[in-house]
Protein backbone atom coordinates (compact mmCIF):
# COMPACT_ATOMS: atom_id res chain seq x y z
CA UNK A 1 0.00 0.00 0.00
CA UNK A 2 1.72 3.48 -0.79
CA UNK A 3 2.56 5.71 2.12
CA UNK A 4 1.78 9.26 1.73
CA UNK A 5 2.38 10.50 4.86
CA UNK A 6 6.15 11.92 3.99
CA UNK A 7 5.71 14.82 2.28
CA UNK A 8 8.05 17.29 3.35
CA UNK A 9 6.88 21.16 4.08
CA UNK A 10 9.29 23.82 2.47
CA UNK A 11 10.56 26.05 5.87
CA UNK A 12 11.10 29.46 6.41
CA UNK A 13 14.96 29.15 5.16
CA UNK A 14 13.79 27.33 2.18
CA UNK A 15 11.10 30.25 1.51
CA UNK A 16 13.93 32.71 1.90
CA UNK A 17 15.96 30.64 -0.83
CA UNK A 18 13.40 30.65 -3.08
CA UNK A 19 12.49 33.93 -3.23
CA UNK A 20 16.19 35.21 -3.36
CA UNK A 21 16.44 32.58 -6.29
CA UNK A 22 13.77 34.17 -7.82
CA UNK A 23 14.82 37.66 -7.52
CA UNK A 24 17.57 36.37 -9.34
CA UNK A 25 16.00 35.30 -12.30
CA UNK A 26 13.96 38.32 -12.58
CA UNK A 27 16.85 41.08 -12.27
CA UNK A 28 19.15 38.24 -14.54
CA UNK A 29 16.34 38.21 -16.96
CA UNK A 30 15.73 42.01 -17.30
CA UNK A 31 19.91 42.28 -17.63
CA UNK A 32 19.84 39.40 -20.48
CA UNK A 33 16.96 41.04 -22.35
CA UNK A 34 18.71 44.58 -22.36
CA UNK A 35 22.43 43.02 -23.37
CA UNK A 36 20.91 39.59 -25.09
CA UNK A 37 22.16 40.89 -28.30
CA UNK A 38 26.08 41.34 -27.54
CA UNK A 39 28.51 38.77 -28.55
CA UNK A 40 29.77 36.35 -26.44
CA UNK A 41 33.13 34.23 -26.91
CA UNK A 42 32.21 30.84 -28.82
CA UNK A 43 33.02 28.28 -26.17
CA UNK A 44 32.38 24.39 -26.88
CA UNK A 45 33.32 23.12 -24.05
CA UNK A 46 30.82 25.24 -22.19
CA UNK A 47 28.13 22.69 -24.58
CA UNK A 48 29.23 20.01 -23.24
CA UNK A 49 29.16 20.55 -19.80
CA UNK A 50 26.27 22.21 -19.81
CA UNK A 51 24.58 19.24 -21.82
CA UNK A 52 26.01 16.89 -18.74
CA UNK A 53 24.95 18.77 -15.69
CA UNK A 54 21.31 19.07 -17.50
CA UNK A 55 21.29 15.08 -18.22
CA UNK A 56 22.63 14.23 -14.95
CA UNK A 57 19.98 16.64 -12.92
CA UNK A 58 16.63 15.60 -15.26
CA UNK A 59 17.58 11.94 -15.00
CA UNK A 60 18.33 11.96 -11.06
CA UNK A 61 15.21 14.02 -10.74
CA UNK A 62 12.92 11.81 -13.02
CA UNK A 63 13.96 8.83 -11.08
CA UNK A 64 13.16 10.52 -7.26
CA UNK A 65 9.82 11.84 -9.05
CA UNK A 66 9.20 8.09 -9.72
CA UNK A 67 9.92 6.70 -6.55
CA UNK A 68 7.57 9.61 -5.01
CA UNK A 69 5.14 8.16 -7.56
CA UNK A 70 5.47 4.31 -6.21
CA UNK A 71 5.51 5.80 -2.75
CA UNK A 72 2.59 7.77 -3.29
CA UNK A 73 0.41 6.81 -6.01
CA UNK A 74 -0.12 9.75 -7.05
CA UNK A 75 -0.10 10.69 -10.86
CA UNK A 76 1.34 14.24 -10.66
CA UNK A 77 4.74 12.46 -9.92
CA UNK A 78 4.08 9.92 -12.60
CA UNK A 79 3.72 13.10 -14.58
CA UNK A 80 6.61 15.14 -13.20
CA UNK A 81 8.62 12.40 -13.64
CA UNK A 82 7.25 11.96 -17.44
CA UNK A 83 8.41 15.82 -17.65
CA UNK A 84 12.46 15.61 -16.52
CA UNK A 85 12.61 12.00 -18.19
CA UNK A 86 10.91 14.05 -21.27
CA UNK A 87 14.29 16.62 -20.60
CA UNK A 88 16.56 13.83 -20.28
CA UNK A 89 15.57 12.16 -23.44
CA UNK A 90 15.48 14.75 -25.68
CA UNK A 91 18.84 17.65 -24.56
CA UNK A 92 21.66 14.96 -25.00
CA UNK A 93 20.53 14.76 -28.82
CA UNK A 94 19.54 18.55 -29.24
CA UNK A 95 22.98 19.48 -27.48
CA UNK A 96 25.42 17.22 -29.47
CA UNK A 97 23.98 18.45 -32.45
CA UNK A 98 24.58 21.84 -31.55
CA UNK A 99 28.34 21.16 -31.15
CA UNK A 100 31.13 22.67 -32.83
CA UNK A 101 30.41 20.17 -36.08
CA UNK A 102 26.65 21.11 -36.47
CA UNK A 103 26.07 17.33 -37.94
CA UNK A 104 26.06 14.34 -35.45
CA UNK A 105 27.55 12.39 -38.10
CA UNK A 106 27.29 12.56 -41.93
CA UNK A 107 24.42 9.62 -42.06
CA UNK A 108 22.18 11.80 -39.97
CA UNK A 109 20.58 14.63 -42.19
CA UNK A 110 20.55 17.14 -38.93
CA UNK A 111 21.82 20.22 -38.37
CA UNK A 112 20.78 23.95 -36.74
CA UNK A 113 17.02 23.55 -37.83
CA UNK A 114 16.86 20.00 -36.35
CA UNK A 115 18.72 21.17 -33.39
CA UNK A 116 16.29 24.22 -32.75
CA UNK A 117 13.20 22.11 -33.62
CA UNK A 118 14.48 19.67 -30.62
CA UNK A 119 15.09 22.53 -28.17
CA UNK A 120 10.84 23.72 -29.48
CA UNK A 121 9.81 20.01 -28.56
CA UNK A 122 11.93 19.57 -25.21
CA UNK A 123 10.65 23.31 -24.40
CA UNK A 124 7.25 22.86 -24.79
CA UNK A 125 6.83 19.73 -24.20
CA UNK A 126 8.28 20.29 -20.71
CA UNK A 127 6.07 22.80 -19.30
CA UNK A 128 2.96 20.57 -20.99
CA UNK A 129 3.57 17.76 -18.96
CA UNK A 130 4.15 20.15 -16.14
CA UNK A 131 0.88 21.57 -16.58
CA UNK A 132 -1.10 18.23 -16.70
CA UNK A 133 0.72 17.11 -14.11
CA UNK A 134 -0.68 20.14 -11.74
CA UNK A 135 -3.95 19.65 -13.41
CA UNK A 136 -4.28 16.24 -11.79
CA UNK A 137 -3.08 17.24 -8.30
CA UNK A 138 -6.51 18.69 -7.14
CA UNK A 139 -7.99 18.30 -3.97
CA UNK A 140 -8.59 15.01 -4.27
CA UNK A 141 -5.43 13.63 -6.10
CA UNK A 142 -5.71 10.86 -8.36
CA UNK A 143 -4.33 7.80 -7.29
CA UNK A 144 -3.55 4.60 -7.80
CA UNK A 145 -2.93 1.16 -6.13
CA UNK A 146 -0.72 -0.26 -8.96
CA UNK A 147 1.83 2.56 -9.62
CA UNK A 148 4.46 0.02 -10.72
CA UNK A 149 2.27 -0.77 -13.78
CA UNK A 150 1.19 2.67 -14.50
CA UNK A 151 5.18 3.50 -14.62
CA UNK A 152 6.11 0.68 -17.29
CA UNK A 153 3.25 2.22 -19.19
CA UNK A 154 3.43 5.71 -19.09
CA UNK A 155 7.26 5.37 -19.30
CA UNK A 156 6.84 3.17 -22.53
CA UNK A 157 4.74 5.61 -23.95
CA UNK A 158 6.93 8.35 -23.52
CA UNK A 159 9.94 6.68 -25.10
CA UNK A 160 7.98 5.64 -27.92
CA UNK A 161 6.81 9.30 -28.59
CA UNK A 162 10.38 10.61 -28.06
CA UNK A 163 11.58 7.28 -30.21
CA UNK A 164 9.56 8.72 -32.97
CA UNK A 165 10.87 12.63 -32.98
CA UNK A 166 14.45 11.69 -32.61
CA UNK A 167 14.04 9.48 -35.80
CA UNK A 168 12.01 12.31 -37.95
CA UNK A 169 14.54 14.86 -36.71
CA UNK A 170 17.91 13.06 -36.75
CA UNK A 171 17.24 11.27 -40.18
CA UNK A 172 15.93 13.74 -42.24
CA UNK A 173 12.81 12.13 -43.19
CA UNK A 174 10.44 15.36 -42.62
CA UNK A 175 11.60 18.56 -43.59
CA UNK A 176 11.30 21.02 -40.88
CA UNK A 177 11.03 24.68 -41.44
CA UNK A 178 14.33 26.41 -41.29
CA UNK A 179 14.71 28.74 -37.88
CA UNK A 180 18.69 28.87 -37.85
CA UNK A 181 20.75 30.21 -40.63
CA UNK A 182 23.93 29.26 -41.60
CA UNK A 183 25.75 32.15 -39.56
CA UNK A 184 23.60 30.59 -36.32
CA UNK A 185 21.49 33.69 -36.30
CA UNK A 186 17.91 33.39 -34.84
CA UNK A 187 15.31 32.99 -38.04
CA UNK A 188 11.88 34.68 -37.57
CA UNK A 189 9.80 31.55 -36.61
CA UNK A 190 12.39 31.04 -33.74
CA UNK A 191 11.97 34.72 -32.48
CA UNK A 192 8.40 35.69 -33.35
CA UNK A 193 6.28 32.36 -32.70
CA UNK A 194 8.61 29.48 -30.73
CA UNK A 195 10.40 31.92 -28.16
CA UNK A 196 6.83 33.36 -27.43
CA UNK A 197 5.05 30.05 -27.01
CA UNK A 198 7.72 28.68 -24.98
CA UNK A 199 7.54 31.38 -22.70
CA UNK A 200 3.21 31.36 -23.13
CA UNK A 201 3.63 27.23 -22.15
CA UNK A 202 6.04 28.24 -19.09
CA UNK A 203 3.89 30.63 -17.95
CA UNK A 204 1.23 28.97 -17.77
CA UNK A 205 2.93 25.75 -16.09
CA UNK A 206 3.79 28.19 -13.71
CA UNK A 207 0.55 29.15 -13.32
CA UNK A 208 -0.49 25.83 -12.46
CA UNK A 209 2.21 25.08 -10.44
CA UNK A 210 1.78 28.17 -7.95
CA UNK A 211 -2.14 28.01 -7.71
CA UNK A 212 -2.19 24.39 -7.46
CA UNK A 213 0.88 23.42 -5.92
CA UNK A 214 0.33 26.38 -3.22
CA UNK A 215 4.38 25.89 -2.23
CA UNK A 216 2.59 22.66 0.08
CA UNK A 217 5.80 20.90 -0.11
CA UNK A 218 9.28 20.95 -1.06
CA UNK A 219 8.61 19.30 -4.47
CA UNK A 220 6.06 22.25 -5.54
CA UNK A 221 7.78 25.19 -4.11
CA UNK A 222 10.89 24.74 -6.01
CA UNK A 223 9.06 23.41 -8.99
CA UNK A 224 7.82 26.78 -9.08
CA UNK A 225 11.43 28.12 -9.30
CA UNK A 226 12.79 25.87 -12.17
CA UNK A 227 9.33 27.17 -14.14
CA UNK A 228 10.01 30.78 -13.31
CA UNK A 229 13.17 29.61 -14.24
CA UNK A 230 12.25 28.32 -17.67
CA UNK A 231 9.83 31.10 -18.43
CA UNK A 232 12.96 33.55 -18.11
CA UNK A 233 15.07 31.33 -20.51
CA UNK A 234 12.09 31.77 -22.84
CA UNK A 235 11.70 35.27 -22.84
CA UNK A 236 15.66 35.54 -22.99
CA UNK A 237 15.78 33.51 -25.91
CA UNK A 238 13.23 35.55 -27.95
CA UNK A 239 15.55 38.48 -27.73
CA UNK A 240 19.32 36.65 -27.50
CA UNK A 241 20.75 37.44 -30.57
CA UNK A 242 22.39 34.33 -31.93
CA UNK A 243 24.10 31.46 -30.66
CA UNK A 244 26.87 31.93 -28.17
CA UNK A 245 25.63 35.64 -27.85
CA UNK A 246 25.62 37.16 -23.80
CA UNK A 247 21.56 35.77 -24.32
CA UNK A 248 22.32 32.28 -25.37
CA UNK A 249 24.77 32.07 -22.51
CA UNK A 250 22.24 33.69 -19.95
CA UNK A 251 19.05 31.18 -21.36
CA UNK A 252 21.67 27.94 -20.65
CA UNK A 253 21.90 29.26 -17.48
CA UNK A 254 18.23 29.37 -16.59
CA UNK A 255 18.20 26.12 -18.22
CA UNK A 256 20.35 24.75 -15.44
CA UNK A 257 18.38 26.45 -12.59
CA UNK A 258 15.17 24.81 -13.84
CA UNK A 259 16.88 21.17 -14.46
CA UNK A 260 18.46 22.05 -10.62
CA UNK A 261 16.05 23.56 -8.44
CA UNK A 262 13.59 20.45 -8.35
CA UNK A 263 16.98 17.77 -8.11
CA UNK A 264 18.19 20.50 -4.92
CA UNK A 265 14.81 20.20 -3.87
CA UNK A 266 14.69 16.31 -3.57
CA UNK A 267 17.70 16.01 -2.67
CA UNK A 268 17.09 17.44 0.48
CA UNK A 269 13.47 15.87 0.77
CA UNK A 270 15.48 12.29 0.61
CA UNK A 271 18.29 13.83 3.28
CA UNK A 272 15.18 15.42 5.59
CA UNK A 273 13.20 11.67 4.92
CA UNK A 274 16.67 9.45 5.95
CA UNK A 275 17.06 11.51 9.36
CA UNK A 276 13.02 11.31 10.12
CA UNK A 277 13.56 7.11 9.62
CA UNK A 278 16.29 6.99 11.94
CA UNK A 279 14.52 9.46 14.37
CA UNK A 280 11.50 7.07 14.12
CA UNK A 281 13.52 3.53 14.11
CA UNK A 282 15.00 5.07 17.25
CA UNK A 283 10.96 6.17 18.59
CA UNK A 284 9.73 2.53 17.19
CA UNK A 285 12.70 0.60 19.25
CA UNK A 286 11.88 2.33 22.10
CA UNK A 287 8.36 1.73 22.16
CA UNK A 288 9.41 -1.58 20.97
CA UNK A 289 11.17 -2.40 24.24
CA UNK A 290 9.88 -0.56 27.53
CA UNK A 291 7.10 -1.60 29.43
CA UNK A 292 4.21 0.78 29.22
CA UNK A 293 3.62 1.00 32.93
CA UNK A 294 7.26 0.81 35.03
CA UNK A 295 9.12 2.32 32.07
CA UNK A 296 11.39 -0.34 32.57
CA UNK A 297 12.96 -3.07 29.63
CA UNK A 298 10.02 -5.18 28.83
CA UNK A 299 9.48 -8.88 28.58
CA UNK A 300 10.93 -9.01 24.82
CA UNK A 301 13.86 -6.76 25.49
CA UNK A 302 14.64 -8.66 27.99
CA UNK A 303 14.90 -11.59 26.46
CA UNK A 304 17.07 -10.47 23.52
CA UNK A 305 19.46 -8.76 26.00
CA UNK A 306 19.59 -12.17 27.71
CA UNK A 307 20.21 -14.30 24.45
CA UNK A 308 23.26 -11.54 23.75
CA UNK A 309 24.40 -11.28 27.51
CA UNK A 310 24.92 -15.19 27.35
CA UNK A 311 26.94 -15.04 24.22
CA UNK A 312 29.36 -12.31 25.19
CA UNK A 313 29.67 -14.01 28.85
CA UNK A 314 30.56 -17.40 26.79
CA UNK A 315 32.87 -15.36 24.68
CA UNK A 316 34.39 -13.64 27.55
CA UNK A 317 34.45 -16.07 29.52
CA UNK A 318 32.86 -14.32 32.79
CA UNK A 319 30.08 -14.70 35.36
CA UNK A 320 26.23 -13.92 34.61
CA UNK A 321 24.06 -13.19 37.48
CA UNK A 322 20.48 -13.02 37.42
CA UNK A 323 18.20 -11.23 40.46
CA UNK A 324 14.32 -12.39 39.99
CA UNK A 325 11.73 -10.25 42.38
CA UNK A 326 8.74 -10.72 43.18
CA UNK A 327 6.00 -8.14 45.09
CA UNK A 328 4.82 -10.33 48.06
CA UNK A 329 0.80 -10.36 48.47
CA UNK A 330 0.11 -8.09 45.80
CA UNK A 331 -3.17 -9.99 45.04
CA UNK A 332 -4.49 -9.20 48.49
CA UNK A 333 -2.71 -5.34 48.25
CA UNK A 334 -5.19 -5.30 44.76
CA UNK A 335 -8.01 -6.58 46.20
CA UNK A 336 -7.80 -4.40 49.56
CA UNK A 337 -6.97 -1.27 47.53
CA UNK A 338 -8.30 -1.81 44.02
CA UNK A 339 -6.04 -2.09 40.76
CA UNK A 340 -4.74 1.49 39.94
CA UNK A 341 -3.37 1.79 43.29
CA UNK A 342 -1.83 -1.72 42.36
CA UNK A 343 -0.69 -0.34 39.24
CA UNK A 344 0.82 3.10 41.02
CA UNK A 345 2.77 0.05 43.69
CA UNK A 346 4.56 -1.23 40.91
CA UNK A 347 5.86 1.67 39.57
CA UNK A 348 6.90 2.77 42.74
CA UNK A 349 8.71 -0.68 42.81
CA UNK A 350 10.31 0.03 39.56
CA UNK A 351 11.87 3.50 40.82
CA UNK A 352 13.29 1.81 43.58
CA UNK A 353 15.35 -1.24 41.12
CA UNK A 354 16.12 1.93 39.15
CA UNK A 355 17.56 3.75 42.21
CA UNK A 356 19.50 1.05 43.30
CA UNK A 357 20.75 -0.10 39.44
CA UNK A 358 22.64 2.07 37.69
CA UNK A 359 25.46 0.23 36.10
CA UNK A 360 24.39 0.97 32.12
CA UNK A 361 25.19 -2.33 31.50
CA UNK A 362 22.64 -3.62 33.76
CA UNK A 363 19.04 -4.98 32.17
CA UNK A 364 16.40 -3.69 34.58
CA UNK A 365 13.08 -5.35 33.24
CA UNK A 366 9.50 -6.06 34.28
CA UNK A 367 9.04 -10.15 33.28
CA UNK A 368 5.33 -10.16 33.81
CA UNK A 369 2.25 -9.09 36.42
CA UNK A 370 4.09 -7.95 39.75
CA UNK A 371 7.93 -10.02 38.84
CA UNK A 372 10.73 -8.07 37.95
CA UNK A 373 13.74 -9.36 36.64
CA UNK A 374 17.63 -7.55 36.41
CA UNK A 375 20.08 -9.09 34.73
CA UNK A 376 23.55 -8.22 35.52
CA UNK A 377 26.89 -8.97 33.38
CA UNK A 378 30.12 -9.64 34.73
CA UNK A 379 28.75 -9.88 38.36
CA UNK A 380 29.63 -12.42 40.86
CA UNK A 381 27.01 -14.63 42.97
CA UNK A 382 27.70 -12.14 45.79
CA UNK A 383 27.76 -9.24 44.29
CA UNK A 384 24.32 -9.68 42.52
CA UNK A 385 23.29 -11.13 46.37
CA UNK A 386 24.30 -7.54 47.95
CA UNK A 387 22.76 -5.77 45.58
CA UNK A 388 19.34 -7.39 45.55
CA UNK A 389 19.32 -7.02 49.37
CA UNK A 390 19.88 -3.32 48.41
CA UNK A 391 16.76 -3.13 46.32
CA UNK A 392 14.74 -5.22 49.14
CA UNK A 393 15.77 -2.74 51.96
CA UNK A 394 14.78 -0.06 49.55
CA UNK A 395 11.19 -1.30 48.59
CA UNK A 396 10.29 -2.10 52.29
CA UNK A 397 11.76 1.18 53.54
CA UNK A 398 9.40 3.10 50.95
CA UNK A 399 6.10 2.64 52.00
CA UNK A 400 3.38 3.28 49.35
CA UNK A 401 1.25 6.10 49.86
CA UNK A 402 -2.63 5.41 49.29
CA UNK A 403 -4.88 8.64 48.11
CA UNK A 404 -5.81 9.26 51.69
CA UNK A 405 -2.72 9.52 52.86
CA UNK A 406 -2.67 6.05 54.84
CA UNK A 407 1.00 4.57 54.22
CA UNK A 408 0.89 0.77 53.18
CA UNK A 409 4.39 -1.28 53.81
CA UNK A 410 5.23 -3.24 50.47
CA UNK A 411 8.03 -5.95 50.20
CA UNK A 412 9.54 -8.19 47.65
CA UNK A 413 10.98 -11.53 47.83
CA UNK A 414 14.20 -12.14 45.63
CA UNK A 415 15.86 -15.40 44.02
CA UNK A 416 19.14 -14.51 42.76
CA UNK A 417 21.33 -16.90 40.49
CA UNK A 418 24.81 -16.87 38.90
CA UNK A 419 26.55 -18.97 36.15
CA UNK A 420 29.71 -18.97 33.65
CA UNK A 421 27.60 -19.52 30.94
CA UNK A 422 29.18 -22.31 28.46
CA UNK A 423 26.04 -22.83 25.72
CA UNK A 424 23.61 -20.40 24.45
CA UNK A 425 20.68 -22.71 26.26
CA UNK A 426 22.03 -21.67 29.26
CA UNK A 427 19.97 -18.39 29.47
CA UNK A 428 17.13 -20.53 30.39
CA UNK A 429 18.91 -22.55 33.06
CA UNK A 430 19.92 -19.05 34.20
CA UNK A 431 16.22 -18.00 34.52
CA UNK A 432 15.22 -21.54 35.74
CA UNK A 433 17.52 -21.30 38.82
CA UNK A 434 17.06 -17.62 39.83
CA UNK A 435 13.18 -18.28 39.45
CA UNK A 436 13.34 -21.51 42.11
CA UNK A 437 15.61 -18.91 43.92
CA UNK A 438 12.82 -16.74 44.25
CA UNK A 439 10.17 -19.74 45.16
CA UNK A 440 12.70 -20.77 47.72
CA UNK A 441 12.75 -16.85 48.76
CA UNK A 442 8.59 -17.27 49.19
CA UNK A 443 8.41 -20.49 51.02
CA UNK A 444 10.88 -19.03 53.35
CA UNK A 445 8.53 -16.22 54.83
CA UNK A 446 8.79 -13.44 51.62
CA UNK A 447 10.72 -10.45 52.07
CA UNK A 448 14.38 -12.13 51.84
CA UNK A 449 17.09 -12.86 49.39
CA UNK A 450 17.77 -16.42 48.38
CA UNK A 451 20.24 -18.18 46.24
CA UNK A 452 19.78 -21.39 44.36
CA UNK A 453 19.73 -24.58 46.25
CA UNK A 454 23.02 -26.08 46.77
CA UNK A 455 21.90 -29.32 44.32
CA UNK A 456 21.33 -26.57 41.65
CA UNK A 457 25.19 -25.68 42.27
CA UNK A 458 26.59 -29.50 42.16
CA UNK A 459 24.51 -30.31 39.07
CA UNK A 460 25.41 -27.36 37.72
CA UNK A 461 29.35 -28.05 38.13
CA UNK A 462 28.85 -31.48 36.87
CA UNK A 463 27.11 -30.31 33.78
CA UNK A 464 29.99 -27.39 33.25
CA UNK A 465 32.53 -30.68 34.02
CA UNK A 466 31.01 -32.59 31.33
CA UNK A 467 30.73 -29.61 29.04
CA UNK A 468 34.70 -28.40 29.77
CA UNK A 469 36.06 -31.94 29.75
CA UNK A 470 37.46 -32.36 34.05
CA UNK A 471 37.13 -36.00 34.47
CA UNK A 472 38.05 -35.58 38.09
CA UNK A 473 35.49 -33.38 38.82
CA UNK A 474 32.89 -35.48 37.20
CA UNK A 475 34.19 -38.49 39.26
CA UNK A 476 33.88 -36.09 42.76
CA UNK A 477 30.46 -35.39 41.38
CA UNK A 478 29.55 -38.79 40.56
CA UNK A 479 26.44 -40.65 41.65
CA UNK A 480 28.77 -42.83 44.27
CA UNK A 481 30.54 -39.55 44.98
CA UNK A 482 30.75 -39.62 48.95
CA UNK A 483 31.70 -36.00 48.92
CA UNK A 484 29.50 -34.61 51.86
CA UNK A 485 28.62 -31.64 50.15
CA UNK A 486 26.54 -32.49 48.27
N1 LIG B 1 -2.60 -3.74 39.59
C1 LIG B 1 -1.99 -4.69 38.87
N2 LIG B 1 -2.04 -5.96 39.27
C2 LIG B 1 -1.41 -6.91 38.58
C3 LIG B 1 -0.70 -6.58 37.41
N3 LIG B 1 -0.15 -7.73 36.92
C4 LIG B 1 -0.52 -8.73 37.76
N4 LIG B 1 -1.28 -8.24 38.76
C5 LIG B 1 -1.91 -8.96 39.87
O1 LIG B 1 -0.89 -9.43 40.75
C6 LIG B 1 -1.46 -10.51 41.46
C7 LIG B 1 -0.41 -11.56 41.70
O2 LIG B 1 -0.95 -12.50 42.58
P1 LIG B 1 -0.23 -13.83 42.98
O3 LIG B 1 0.49 -14.38 41.79
O4 LIG B 1 -1.23 -14.72 43.64
O5 LIG B 1 0.90 -13.40 43.98
P2 LIG B 1 0.84 -12.61 45.34
O6 LIG B 1 -0.56 -12.26 45.74
O7 LIG B 1 1.77 -11.43 45.19
O8 LIG B 1 1.44 -13.63 46.33
P3 LIG B 1 2.94 -13.98 46.57
O9 LIG B 1 3.66 -13.72 45.29
O10 LIG B 1 2.97 -15.41 46.96
O11 LIG B 1 3.44 -13.09 47.65
C8 LIG B 1 -2.68 -11.00 40.70
O12 LIG B 1 -3.86 -10.68 41.43
C9 LIG B 1 -2.63 -10.20 39.41
O13 LIG B 1 -3.92 -9.85 38.96
C10 LIG B 1 -0.68 -5.24 36.99
O14 LIG B 1 -0.10 -4.85 35.97
N5 LIG B 1 -1.33 -4.32 37.74
Redesign the pocket.
Known amino acids: MPVRQLDIQPGKKQFVSIIIVSLILLVGSGWAIVNGAEEGSVSPTFLGSYGTAVFIFEVITALLLLAQFLRTGRFTYAFLSLAYLWVALISPVQIMLLHETITLTPSFQAGGTEAAWLWTFWHIGFPIIIAIALGLNGANPIVTDRPKFWAWYLFTAEIIVVAIILTLSLFGWVTLPEMVSQDNQFGNILKNIIGPLVAFTCGTALFMVVFKGRFRTDIYAWLAVAMLAALCEGLVSIYSGSRFSVGWYAARIFSLISSGAVFLALLLDTMALYLKVIEQNKELRKIASIDK?SQLSNRREFDERLNEEIRRAIRERKPLSLIML???????F?DSYG?QA??RC?VQVADSIRHVVSRPADVAARYG??EFAVLLPDTSEQAAFELAEEIRQHISDTPFKLENGEQVAVTASFGVSCLHPTTPSDGGELVKSADAALYLA?RSG?NCVQRPTHSWHCERQLQEAKVDGHPEVLRKHSPVSTDPQC
Request: charged share 40%; glycine share 12%; proline share 0%.
Open positions: LDIDFFKSNHGDIGEKR
